[in-house]
């Protein structure tokens, strides 16, 4: 069963960088379609950024676009998405998700999702 699980959320000031992690178990990934969502309260949940495991170009929200960086390490099965520059308006619990869908951006497309992990922007 696939499990993905999500980790290096925290706390950080405006400006500031923070790297999260999902790591990826119970299945071949090399055909998925990786991606990263974020909801914050109140509002509807949010594409950030997407790839293909086996290569492919990677894909990025406007608001994110030239400070996130989405990326994957085969041997650990973990997907990454590094946060710079980041703002208060990025304060959200963000999530991992699998599927094959290609082009996904949007939550229905995906097949699997992390239970979250928040992050926190103060200004």
């Known amino acids: 069963q696939v499990q993905l699980v999500e980790s290096g959320g925290g706390l950080v000031q405006a400006g500031g960088s923070l790297k999260l992690s999902c790591a990826a178990s119970g299945g071949t990934f090399s055909g998925y379609v990786m991606g990263w969502f974020r909801q914050a309260p109140g509002k509807e949940r949010e594409f950030v950024a997407r790839f293909r495991w086996n290569g492919g170009s990677t894909y990025y929200a406007d608001p994110v676009k030239g400070r996130f960086t989405i990326s994957r390490d085969n041997a650990k099965n973990t997907v990454y998405l590094q946060m710079n520059s980041l703002k208060p308006e990025d304060t959200a619990v963000y999530y991992c998700?699998?599927?094959?869908?290609?082009?996904?951006?949007?939550?229905?497309?995906?097949?699997?999702w992390g239970q979250g992990t928040q992050v926190t922007v103060s200004s």
């Open positions: 998700a699998a599927g094959r869908r290609l082009m996904a951006v949007v939550g229905r497309d995906y097949d699997y």
